[in-house]
């Protein structure tokens, strides 16, 4: 599949299904041909997400279980599945796996991971490997939750109960995010270290009653040149869609003691012990959704193991930050103290 075979008749019918508010009776996948036109292009800007995760796990450091089994579940085309596994390379894992409710997506999904790893064993779920109680090394889902049923959901549930490691991406809208914040809380409490996005593994701060107006959630950038390719644009335009708004929420949990979590709680207690007791402590915090920028100074919506606030930047205060966070190109975790909703001290991180 390519741009000049692209079906868009199918890809406005896709479009329609993915804005209804409707659960989807069965699969929306008729034929091959959609799945190689949503591969494509929305599936694409799924993966540009997948890729906005994936950097940034790695700049916290965390890597996958070695010789781990992948299984993307609710794997659609399978992009999701396939990004993971060019992250960190095949040779990190043994299998590839993919389940989905549709016979045709998994036909997809499989062929493709065969054909771009043949050194990999890739292969459907099946049921007996579903219902079994076998360890899953890493536990792949992408955009799955406004489509889950009860049985889908207990089975989504089981599974995250022998992952040793979950990545989870979904659309950054306030409804869905707030949702995959509860599966956080219920994983969490199961014996799973919150990762990314958070800078702690405290409780959520944006659940917390008085804040149900806010959500986590973040924008992937895709690619530098996508306004100079005529076939993107096109698209863009007949989907009626802002190529450069890529809103995401995601979560990267791991069974594992030695959890980026910890270490960043090490950081804040000692942080907090080396205190002299007469300013607020330094947290690792990280910013949510995007700064709101006006002259002079920011505002911010910050999460960090205290709960989540609101908090002024002024440009004054740090120059080189406030720059780099309007240009969209600072970092995401940030180690400051903030009292009466001022940031008030920054410390390189």
């Not at 690792?284 to 002079?296: N, V």
Request: proline residues 5%; aromatic residues 10%.
């Amino acid at each position: 599949m390519n741009w000049e075979t692209l079906d868009w008749e199918v890809l406005d019918r896709l479009r329609e299904t993915f804005l209804s508010e409707a659960k989807s009776a069965g699969p929306y996948w008729h034929t091959i041909t959609d799945l190689e036109s949503y591969d494509l292009t929305y599936g694409e800007r799924i993966g540009w997400k997948w890729d906005a995760v994936l950097a940034e796990l790695k700049r916290r450091g965390w890597t996958p279980p070695a010789s781990a089994t992948v299984l993307d579940w609710g794997c659609g085309s399978g992009v999701a599945g396939r990004r993971v596994v060019d992250f960190f390379g095949a040779a990190s894992f043994t299998r590839l796996l993919v389940h989905d409710h549709s016979e045709l997506a998994m036909d997809f999904a499989e062929h493709r991971a065969r054909k771009q790893y043949p050194q990999l064993e890739a292969g459907r779920a099946d049921a007996r490997y579903l219902r079994s109680d076998e360890p899953i090394g890493v536990l792949v889902a992408s955009h799955v939750l406004n489509e889950l049923a009860d049985v889908a959901r207990a089975e989504l549930a089981d599974l995250c109960a022998r992952a040793q490691t979950i990545l989870w991406v979904e659309p950054g809208t306030h409804e869905v995010s707030r949702a995959l914040g509860g599966w956080r809380e219920k994983l969490r409490a199961a014996g799973l270290n919150p990762v990314a996005p958070c800078p702690h593994h405290a409780a959520c701060g944006v659940l917390a009653a008085g804040n149900e107006r806010h959500w986590c959630h973040f924008f992937a950038s895709p690619p530098a040149n996508l306004y100079a390719d005529s076939d993107w644009v096109k698209f863009g335009q007949r989907a009626g869609i802002d190529l450069r708004s890529l809103p995401y929420c995601f979560l990267a949990l791991d069974r594992r003691p030695t959890s980026v979590a910890a270490v960043y709680d090490r950081r804040n207690d000692d942080e907090a012990n080396n205190d002299d007791g007469h300013r607020p402590p330094l947290q690792l915090s990280r910013i949510l959704g995007e700064p709101r920028h006006y002259k002079g100074y920011a505002k911010i919506f910050s999460c960090d193991a205290s709960g989540v606030a609101e908090l002024m930047l002024q440009k004054r205060d740090a120059p080189e930050l406030f720059k780099a966070l309007k240009q969209g190109a600072g970092p995401e975790l940030h180690r400051w103290a903030h009292a009466h909703g001022r940031i008030m001290q920054i410390k390189p991180l």
